[in-house]
């Protein structure tokens, strides 16, 4: 199972979409590729353009989004406490531990953010 980044999705729903094939791809391998609510609420609150929230709702509809639960939020506040510089990551830390508490891959254009979360095993992409 891999967990999105918002990242992720930005970059391959809107602008020059350089993460589309790669999104593609790895959902023709049959790789289970998930949205989570909290992704969601990152994606939904930027200015989003009809189409844009079209494309997200074919690959990820919001009914299917898997949700930030109590073991999740329990889990992001011992990495809060864990893990270095976590005020102002409070959002990139819970989606860290969505996917740990999941045992899914975290796919992200930012890795520097998440390098230093403990077990997280993350998914970077090679670029094109």
Not at 21 to 43: H, P
Request: proline letters at 6%; glycine letters at 8%; hydrophobic letters at 45%.
């Amino acid at each position: 199972m891999i967990h999105l980044d918002t990242s992720i999705l930005i970059d391959a729903l809107s602008g020059p979409k350089r993460s589309a094939n790669q999104l593609r791809r790895a959902i023709d391998r049959g790789e289970r590729v998930v949205l989570t609510t909290l992704a969601l609420y990152e994606w939904l609150r930027g200015p989003r353009r009809r189409e844009q929230l079209a494309a997200q709702e074919a690959l990820f509809p919001r009914e299917s989004a898997v949700p930030f639960g109590s073991e999740d939020a329990a889990r992001a506040a011992d990495l809060y406490r864990r893990v270095p510089r976590a005020r102002g990551r409070e959002v990139d830390l819970a989606l860290a531990a969505c996917a740990l508490t999941h045992g899914a891959m975290f796919w992200t254009l930012n890795p520097e953010d998440f390098r230093d979360i403990p077990g997280l095993e993350l998914l970077i992409p090679d670029g094109g």
